[in-house]
């Protein structure tokens, strides 16, 4: 199985975001953004668009997503393109 995404661990309260990769099982944590209670999301995932970007995969290309907020019972999936990363926020479809 060739499962490639992402976690967005964190909240505002803290001001701390966690992103981990996830590829084939095995899971690493690429990057940290701290100290930021407002915006800290969106830089964490504007971040990853980056991190895809450099890393040679086409700006169209899908790759899915969980933000896991401390003490929310459901953290669902999204499926963003490399473009939406960058903005960080979906485009409207």
């Known amino acids: 199985m060739n499962a490639h995404f992402f976690t ?7 001001g701390k975001y966690i992103v981990f990769e996830s590829h084939n099982g095995h899971s ?4 940290e953004v701290i100290g930021r209670h407002n ?3 969106k830089e964490a995932r ?18 899915k997503h ?10 669902p999936l999204h499926e963003w393109t490399i473009d939406e ?4 926020v979906p485009l409207k479809k």
């Open 39 to 41: 915006g800290g999301l």
């Open 66 to 75: 969980q933000c896991v907020k401390p003490g929310r019972k459901y953290n």
């Open 8 to 14: 967005i661990e964190g909240d505002r309260v803290s």
């Open 85 to 88: 990363y960058l903005i960080g």
């Open 28 to 31: 690493e944590n690429i990057f």
């Open 46 to 63: 504007q971040t990853i668009g980056e991190y895809l970007k450099k890393s040679g995969y086409p700006l169209n290309k899908a790759f």
